[in-house]
């Protein structure tokens, strides 16, 4: 059964933006050739981080929102790991996003 979750990732800051991409675009792929539907990628940004990971103190960060059988989650978490460009990273399991109907505005109160 498909579950929908967020992948939030550091990549390691010695290596190019454009690397930094390709390796994202990797992961997208991993996930789509798993019948996994990514619904929403960041590009990486550039941070600074908090502590030192690795004697690194800036990384690219990025974020992607996807839906994944959660058999072939363990496939991902391997796969992330074999990546040695990736200092860190975290798969949360996140709820559906529902869709708020728009409600009409409320007419005055006559006195």
Same mark, same amino acid.
């Given at each position: 059964?498909?579950? &929908?979750?967020?992948?939030?990732?550091?990549?390691?800051s010695?290596?190019?933006?454009?690397?930094?991409? !390709?390796?994202?675009?990797?992961i &997208?792929?991993?996930?789509?050739?798993?019948?996994?539907?990514?619904? !929403?990628?960041?590009? =990486?940004?550039?941070?600074?981080?908090?502590? =030192?990971?690795?004697?690194?103190?800036?990384?690219?960060?990025?974020t992607?929102?996807?839906?994944?059988?959660?058999?072939?989650?363990?496939d991902?978490?391997?796969?992330?790991? !074999?990546?040695? &460009?990736?200092?860190?990273?975290?798969?949360?399991?996140?709820? =559906?996003?529902?869709?708020?109907?728009?409600?009409a =505005?409320?007419?005055?109160?006559?006195k």
């Open positions: 059964m498909k579950q &929908n979750y967020e992948l939030s990732y550091i990549i390691s010695q290596i190019s933006e454009e690397a930094s991409q !390709e390796i994202s675009r990797k &997208n792929d991993f996930i789509q050739g798993k019948q996994g539907i990514v619904s !929403e990628s960041q590009l =990486p940004k550039k941070i600074a981080l908090g502590y =030192p990971i690795r004697k690194e103190v800036f990384a690219w960060f990025k992607t929102y996807f839906s994944l059988d959660s058999l072939n989650l363990s991902l978490e391997k796969n992330l790991k !074999e990546e040695k &460009n990736i200092l860190r990273y975290l798969v949360l399991k996140t709820k =559906p996003m529902r869709i708020r109907s728009v409600r =505005p409320r007419k005055p109160l006559e």
